[in-house]
T-cell receptor, first 113, second 110 residues
Framework: AQKVTQAQTEISVVEKEDVTLDCVYE???????LFWYKQPPSGELVFLIR??????QNEISGRYSWNFQKSTSSFNFTITASQVVDSAVYFC??????????FGAGTTVTVRA | DADVTQTPRNRITKTGKRIMLECSQT?????MYWYRQDPGLGLRLIYY???????NKGEISDGYSVSRQAQAKFSLSLESAIPNQTALYFC?????????FGSGTRLTVV
């Protein structure tokens, strides 16, 4: 069964629009970590955020913000005032007590000038 | 130097050839991983190792083998490459809290 679901395959927006990427996860562990990674066209994986299961506070980092809701098993990611440089594939991932990282299928974000 | 170094960065090989992808890390972590990325499928775990004597299959290990030569080195082999093994391969290391990825190896099997 898929542990991490990113329902949106592709999102296209015009520069300065906000974009929200959905992530729903499935786990029976009480302790786990959630991650978001960015993969620009160059191909490397860029770490964006790690959140543990006991910290449900929303987080903001510049134009990026994350909304973690354990009640709905979701960890959504919003880019505010998108820019062309935000064009990339974004992955949500889950690390459980088995110390393996499970990825969603990724969401391709295209920001048009 | 990068924390996790993968070699080669790009490789084109022929069907049936044996090929090895190498990974080394300077983080000093015991846990190392090999992932494969295909478009629309995200990254899938091929093999992982929690120490030099511990090797485990991931969800898509068929057609692959690994060797953990040292704490810092974890290589992935394709014994007889086939075209559907064309993909982007990532090596990673972890301290159980965070994960550090290499830059990836783009492998094409023709």
């Amino acid at each position: 069964a898929q542990k991490v679901t990113q329902a949106q395959t592709e999102i296209s927006v015009v520069e300065k629009e906000d974009v929200t990427l959905d992530c729903v996860y499935e786990t029976r562990d009480t302790t786990y970590y959630l991650f978001w990674y960015k993969q620009p066209p160059s191909g490397e994986l860029v770490f964006l955020i790690r959140r543990n299961s006991f910290d449900e506070q929303n987080e903001i980092s510049g134009r990026y913000s994350w909304n973690f809701q354990k009640s709905t098993s979701s960890f959504n990611f919003t880019i505010t005032a998108s820019q062309v440089v935000d064009s990339a594939v974004y992955f949500c991932a889950l690390s459980e007590n088995d110390y393996k990282l499970s990825f969603g299928a990724g969401t391709t974000v295209t920001v048009r000038a | 130097d990068a924390d996790v170094t993968q070699t080669p960065r790009n490789r084109i090989t022929k069907t049936g050839k044996r090929i090895m992808l190498e990974c080394s890390q300077t983080k000093g972590h015991d846990r190392m991983y090999w992932y494969r990325q295909d478009p629309g499928l995200g990254l899938r775990l091929i093999y992982y190792s929690f120490d030099v004597k511990d090797i485990n299959k991931g969800e898509i290990s068929d057609g692959y083998s690994v060797s953990r030569q040292a704490q810092a080195k974890f290589s992935l082999s394709l014994e007889s490459a086939i075209p559907n093994q064309t993909a982007l391969y990532f090596c990673a290391t972890s301290d159980g809290y965070g994960y550090t990825f290499g830059s990836g190896t783009r492998l094409t099997v023709v």
